[in-house]
């Protein structure tokens, strides 16, 4: 690829913005964090690339998948080898919380039945 053309597959920082739905602040962090790494234009300016902007819509779907940020860095950093096993850590540990996310809920679908002038409730005023 020339140079020129290379030049026109990269867009700025507000595009980028714009285009995500996110603030130009949050795609800085993002490459402070080491989720994203965009090159350099004239004058120091960001250029995203259509890679960078793969991995900003991944950042995006772990997101709402519900990973951390750090496991996001995780997810990008793990080679091809070890990704499945970071993967399934982040799995179980999804899985774990699920669990006890459904416990909770038992228990306070069960405390709305209770009333409130039962001997348990009395004890503690």
């Known amino acids: 690829m020339n140079g020129a053309t290379d030049?026109?597959?990269?867009?700025?920082?507000?595009?980028?913005a714009e285009r995500f739905g996110v603030r130009k602040g949050t795609l800085r962090f993002y490459e402070q964090l080491g989720l994203?790494?965009?090159?350099?234009?004239?004058?120091?300016?960001?250029?995203?690339?259509?890679?960078?902007?793969?991995e900003l819509a991944f950042v995006q779907?772990?997101?709402?998948?519900?990973?951390?940020?750090?496991?996001?860095?995780?997810l990008l950093a793990a080679d091809g080898e070890h990704w499945q096993g970071a993967v399934r850590a982040r799995l179980d540990q999804v899985e774990a919380e699920l669990d006890r996310l459904t416990k909770a809920r038992a228990f306070l679908q069960a405390a709305t039945r209770c009333r409130p002038n039962t001997p348990h409730w009395n004890a503690r005023t």
């Open 36 to 54: 994203l790494a965009p090159s350099r234009a004239g004058g120091g300016r960001r250029a995203y690339r259509p890679d960078d902007l793969r």
């Open 61 to 74: 779907l772990c997101q709402a998948g519900g990973l951390s940020l750090e496991d996001i860095g995780q």
């Open 7 to 16: 030049d026109a597959a990269r867009v700025s920082i507000g595009q980028v």
